[in-house]
């Protein structure tokens, strides 16, 4: 089974502009993500995609892989499959770019998931942790899973699922945390199905899959990501990197 890390890397971002070329460190944020890939040594291949050249440049001067976007994408997964489809692979696993402080142990976990699945009943793998704060359960940018008894994903929304109608019942609020792991197979399915009314309500790409159909494994974690969304997170990796 051959499993590659994709990092798309977009080099527009609505909240901080140009943010994966920002000096970490003396590297750019993009370069110490792709190098914390390596690094986990979890991986048969890792390839930065992206729209553009100079972050191709970027990754390609420093004896990286790297690929450029053909066509323009709405979407993460659809950014990774037009990568990926000629590519000799059976699992990709997408790793955020603006996160460079890679913890090799979640990606290990959802790549276990495809190991141990001898009859091909996943179609893709992620994350989840408990949430307690009532603050967190309701922030609408915490996006919410429910699963079912076998650890399937049954729905995800940014509103708090499941309702508390009913309180001291024993329900778990679960955050999902967005590594994925895809079987090839369903990054192309998803490549070529049209977005659906709750995807386009939501905003969120993975009700696309389970709105066609596809079964998503969950997986239970403590792990919390480091991201690189505003300046001041660039600021705060910077302080971690100096220590």
Known sequence: ????????????????PAKLMQDLGGKTVIL????????????????????????YDEIISNDGKAIMSVKEHESGSDRIAEAVENLDVDIVINVQGDEPFIDAEPLAKVIEVFRNDLDKKVDLASLMREITHQEDIYNPNNVKV???????????????????????????????????????????????????????????????YLEFGKRIKMVETTHVGIGIDTAEDLEKARKMIAQ
């Open 146 to 208: 429910v699963v079912d008894q076998n650890g399937f994903a049954l729905y995800f929304s940014r509103s708090v699922i499941p309702y508390p109608r009913e309180q001291n019942v024993g329900v778990r609020y679960m955050q999902h945390i967005g590594i994925y792991a895809f079987r090839k197979q369903a990054l192309l399915d998803f490549y070529s199905l049209p977005m659906q009314s709750l995807e386009a309500s939501e905003k969120l790409e993975q009700l696309r």
């Open 1 to 16: 089974m051959k499993i590659i890390a994709v990092i798309p890397a977009r080099y527009a971002s609505t909240r901080f």
């Open 32 to 55: 110490r993500t792709y190098e914390a890939a390596i690094n986990t040594q979890l991986f048969d291949d890792v390839f930065v995609v992206t729209d553009s050249d100079l972050i």
